[in-house]
């Protein structure tokens, strides 16, 4: 081959791999003037059918096409009425709904009773839904009682069970579309009742929704929703810049000026229910096994300190923050820094120096720093600190995961449930294999707790809690709430959830 | 030519048998995967064993592997957890955007290491040559991640000439392209100037000078040719690596291929993709060397395959 015919051929393959990558718009294409909102996450969905697939960037995906029975109000903590119109409690297991009339789904089949039921029986049903475990746990039957009350019994006297029907994988399919075209059908190709209705779905890509002019909130401020999947957070910040996207959540704290800088750009800080916090080994053979050595723990840490480092936050000595029931005004706001204190506990305990594994991992905001400041401050009054920072993979694969944390591990826990059972279940005996807490007295009061109906009562249960395993047990230091970002262009009105969820049936854009 | 494509086709299958058997068992040492498929922190024993039965991971670890033995040739890697389909057209669909990632820094490779191997050789301790040996030598050091940010930041953000992520366009394909071509160029103009230098010395480049021939027709027809032939071998190896690269290049650019894919299913121990992805990475490595071993004959027409 002559060398001029080479080089032709390879610049007509250069073309031609570039032609293959659709210089071309794709097939779908917005109407002119329509109004778009592009919004970068981490990844997209693996399914569109809610129970199978229970990532919070899922849940969030899935919400905005399709609608729960209750919903949360994320800013109060409320329960609201969403396709149910009003409900009310029968007795100590058995809740009745009444649904909204006149909904129907984007295909045009009607949102009933029969559709509700049919959802959460086939949750019950199938062991393999990711969502099954937990749902079977607390409901035990679901009846329709006309076209549009439905009664669910739980499996014991629920307390959370609006929480619980508000949570993953809550909502509503069709029962006539799931018969049509079946599990694997409709996880390709969702129909709801939720705000955008579903266009396309390119995997790892992009998911196009357009608005649903039926909406029964109302038509959505936006016309097409595009939901991108941008792995890599400087690619998103970057998009952002540029203009490719309007919308991502968690800017990393060191680009958080480049957005503040931005005039076309605004950056929005809110608080999560995420707690940053220490876990710690209180079985025997631990040097934190003995309960001063744990107090010397919390003392000798500023949290102060810490929220600053962070980028913000609130200092907390709970898990169970505002607006869940049951968070202790005691014990949120509140540093508990005394080096002092820290250092005559260590002597009263004999600490000889015995070296304490601190495991900890790269995966939240500024978290390898946070680690370094917490190892800094515990050397500080005299540990003797082993720190071992892992990549996200190596700490859940051979520690996490495992229960191979040895005496220290840090964790960020949240709780989108906003019900405090979720956040004590690790205080549980049957759930403590990374801090070998047991107290059959705790499990009692836990699950008191978790079946007490009457308001005031279940609070005081929570008080309790949370004063003996976060002020006196201690096998978690708990730190601080922590704050999240939305890095948003300015032509864009949203106000991001407290927990971060992106429901957009109320965002706007020019 | 046909029998020798035939032995290395067939040659090829204990090799696959024994990686598909390597992947099995690393990626069982990497823990349970249960762990992945659900909150195992609110779920009780007997409910996280009812999942591992319903899943198979119950039965013995050899039932596993003869089951997983039998099922290899038809495809059938098991079911994805997360995508609850099977894993093989999963990993099949996103195949052609990786191929196309890749077969374009391969082009960007050669296109640049071709003209600045050769160069660099004709003029051997000039100015160009020190330019393009410390280029390749800087561009071996720049690792793919950091140069992609930094493609992304100069062409997308400050000059906003590409786009900065994605798959939409063409165009949305260059600099993925260019940070792994770079890499793989920086490694070919090495070789592509080394392996120069020692054929432009034969006697049969000299032969070609002596018989008045242009410089053009003595490098290109006379010493090019043969000197590729060493180049080619070390490009069959650096598939493998090329495809290692696309990995990261594919989540710096949100680029929809396999590299993606495989990135969540490692994280989340999803073995059916991981399984499959590393058996399609696998093939396409053995197919390249052997694309490459046939190329020789186009290259030197003294070689025959019996």
């Known amino acids: ?510 | 030519m046909q029998r020798y494509l035939a032995r290395r086709v067939l040659q090829m299958i204990p090799v696959l048998l024994l990686i598909a058997t390597v992947i099995f068992v690393v990626i069982r040492l990497k823990g349970d995967p249960i762990s992945q498929l659900a909150p195992v922190d609110i779920m009780s024993k007997e409910e996280i064993d009812d999942l591992r039965r319903a899943y198979g991971f119950d039965r013995p670890i050899t039932v596993q592997y003869l089951d997983f033995i039998v099922h290899l040739p038809r495809g059938d890697f098991g079911e994805s957890f997360r995508y609850r389909q099977p894993a093989f057209p999963l990993v099949i669909e996103r195949l052609p955007k990786t191929m196309q990632l890749a077969g374009a820094a391969v082009l960007i490779g050669w296109g640049l290491a071709l003209p600045l191997g050769v160069v660099a050789a004709l003029r051997r301790n000039s100015l160009t040559d020190l330019v393009a040996t410390t280029l390749s030598v800087l561009g071996r050091a720049l690792p793919n991640f950091w140069l992609g940010i930094m493609l992304i930041l100069v062409f997308a953000v400050g000059l906003a000439w590409l786009p900065v992520s994605g798959s939409d366009t063409g165009w949305n394909l260059l600099l993925p392209a260019v940070t792994l071509g770079v890499g793989l160029a920086t490694t070919l103009t090495r070789l592509i100037r080394s392996s120069m230098l020692e054929v432009i010395r034969q006697d049969y480049v000299q032969t070609a000078r002596s018989k008045g021939l242009s410089q053009r027709t003595v490098v290109l027809k006379h010493a090019l040719r043969n000197g590729l032939i060493p180049v080619f071998t070390v490009f069959g190896l650096q598939v493998a690596y090329l495809l290692g690269g696309v990995i990261i290049v594919e989540q710096v650019f949100a680029w929809p291929g396999m590299g993606q894919l495989m990135v969540k299913a490692v994280l989340t121990r999803d073995m059916a993709i991981v399984q499959a992805g590393v058996f399609v990475f696998a093939v396409v490595v053995m197919a390249s060397n052997l694309l490459v071993d046939l190329l020789y004959t186009f290259l030197d027409p003294r070689i025959r395959y019996e």
Request: hydrophobic fraction near 40%.
């Open chain 1, 1 to 510: 081959m002559r060398s001029s015919n080479l080089i032709r051929a390879a610049i007509c393959a250069l073309v031609a791999v570039l032609c293959t990558g659709g210089l071309f718009p794709s097939a779908h294409a917005a109407p002119a003037g329509a109004r778009r909102l592009t919004i970068a996450l981490p990844e997209l969905v693996t399914s569109f059918d809610p129970p199978t697939d229970w990532s919070i960037v899922s849940t969030w995906i899935h919400s905005n096409i399709s609608d729960c029975i209750v919903w949360r109000d994320r800013k109060t903590g409320r329960f609201i009425p969403w396709l149910a119109e009003k409900w009310e409690r029968l007795n100590d297991t058995t809740w009745r709904f009444s649904l909204r009339k006149g909904i129907k789904f984007h295909n045009g089949e009607p949102f009933n009773a029969a559709a509700a039921k049919s959802t959460i029986d086939r949750i019950l049903a199938d062991r393999r839904m990711i969502t099954h475990a937990q749902w079977n746990l607390f409901v035990k039957e679901i009846k329709a009682i006309d076209e549009f009350t439905v009664e669910v019994q739980a499996q014991g006297p629920e307390p959370a069970m609006l929480s619980k029907l508000a949570g993953t994988g809550c909502q509503v399919t069709p029962p006539r579309y799931m018969q049509e075209v079946g599990p694997q059908g409709y996880a390709s190709k969702p129909v709801g009742t939720g705000p955008y209705k579903f266009v396309e779905w390119r995997k790892d890509d992009r998911v196009i929704l357009q608005a649903n002019p039926d909406y029964f909130l109302g038509r959505p401020g936006v016309d097409e929703l595009v939901i991108r999947a941008i792995p890599e957070a400087s690619t998103r910040v970057a998009e952002l810049q540029r203009g490719g996207v309007d919308l991502m959540i968690s800017v990393p704290t060191q680009d958080w000026q480049r957005i503040e800088g931005n005039a076309n750009l605004q950056l929005v800080r809110f608080l999560t229910t995420q707690t940053m916090l220490i876990g710690m080994r209180t079985g025997p053979g631990w040097a934190t096994s003995d309960r001063r050595i744990r107090a010397a723990v919390e003392y000798a840490i500023d949290r102060e300190a810490l929220v600053k480092l962070a980028g913000g936050g609130v200092p907390t000595r709970t898990r169970v923050t505002p607006p869940t029931l049951g968070w202790h005004p005691n014990l949120y706001k509140k540093n508990f820094y005394n080096q002092q204190r820290a250092r005559e506990l260590l002597r009263e305990a004999g600490y000889a120096g015995q070296p304490l594994t601190f495991h900890s991992t790269t995966v939240w905001p500024m978290q390898k720093e946070v680690t370094e400041a917490i190892a800094g401050m515990l050397e500080g009054v005299g540990f003797k600190i082993n720190l071992q920072i892992l990549d996200i993979s190596t700490f859940r694969e051979q520690i996490y995961f495992p229960n191979r944390n040895r005496e220290l591990y840090m964790d960020a826990l949240g709780n989108s449930f906003f019900d405090p059972w979720v956040a004590v279940l690790n205080l549980l005996c049957a759930r403590s294999q990374r801090t070998d807490y047991c107290r059959s007295d705790m499990d009692d009061l836990i699950q008191r707790a978790a079946r007490e109906i009457v308001v005031e009562k279940r609070k005081q249960y929570y008080y309790k809690i949370q004063e003996t395993a976060f002020t006196e047990d201690r096998p978690f230091v708990n730190l601080y709430h922590m704050m999240d970002t939305v890095g948003m262009n300015k032509k864009v009105q949203w106000q991001p959830a407290p927990d971060g969820f992106v429901w957009l049936g109320n965002a706007k854009t020019q």
